[in-house]
């Protein structure tokens, strides 16, 4: 798929006023229960990577996706362009075709999820998430009621959570178990190694420029970066 062709699929997507998810990957359709992994991928790192296939592991889940966030709640969108973020992704893919490639025009995850049910006819979706996203979601000032939506979002949906940084994985249980409540049942907890938890996407823009054989992120993304010169500018 064509650069021009992607930024036309996303400028589409852009314009839709409700809620909706774009499929840019030429797999397979997406079947039974779907978990998703929403993030800017700025670059997709060794990070994601490592979450999707721990999705991927658990019972119960047949698909998996990640899935472009091309508008955030709280940060405007810079580094690589929309359009090489896909292509990023789709480099992955290449490696991974397990892994679908998806864009969602929602900023928020609940909207996320619903747009993708509504895409598909399978058996549920879940939400994959690291730590910090999971207090994301519980932050009321993302919401009108926060109760309510989010008693609407848990009754569809179930949420994936691993450690991430600095945090263990007793850290992230405690954390839920304090501040989840009713919903804490709809949170799978799982760990993910120090490794993995510590890479970030501004640690591998900030390597692109002094180390970029260093970057944590994988063989594919590092090729498609490097071949469009992606990260270099940055100060």
Do not use: C
Request: charged share 30%.
């Amino acid at each position: 798929m064509s650069p021009e062709e992607i930024e036309a699929r996303l400028a589409a997507l852009d314009a839709r006023e409700a809620p909706a998810v774009e499929r840019f990957d030429a797999g397979q359709a997406l079947s039974g229960r779907v978990a998703f992994l929403p993030s800017a991928y700025n670059p997709p790192t060794l990070g994601h990577l490592r979450l999707l296939h721990e999705a991927l592991a658990l019972d119960g889940v047949d698909s998996v996706a990640a899935m472009l966030t091309t508008r955030n709640v709280d940060k405007a969108i810079s580094g690589a362009a929309l359009a090489d973020r896909i292509g990023m992704l789709l480099a992955l893919h290449e490696s991974h075709p397990d892994f679908a490639v998806t864009a969602a025009n929602a900023a928020r995850i609940l909207e996320q999820a619903d747009a993708l049910s509504r895409e598909m006819s399978g058996a549920g979706v879940d939400v994959v998430v690291g730590f910090d996203t999971l207090i994301r979601l519980f932050e009321p000032r993302y919401y009108r009621d926060v109760e309510r939506e989010l008693a609407g979002f848990f009754a569809n949906h179930r949420v994936i959570a691993a450690n991430r940084g600095d945090e263990t994985l007793e850290g992230v249980e405690r954390w839920v178990r304090e501040n989840a409540g009713d919903f804490q049942d709809r949170i799978l907890v799982r760990e993910i190694d120090a490794a993995a938890a510590l890479v970030s996407s501004t640690k591998a823009r900030e390597a692109a420029t002094e180390r970029p054989e260093r970057m944590p992120v994988p063989p594919r993304v590092r090729q498609y970066i490097e071949a469009r010169g992606l990260y270099r500018d940055l100060t």
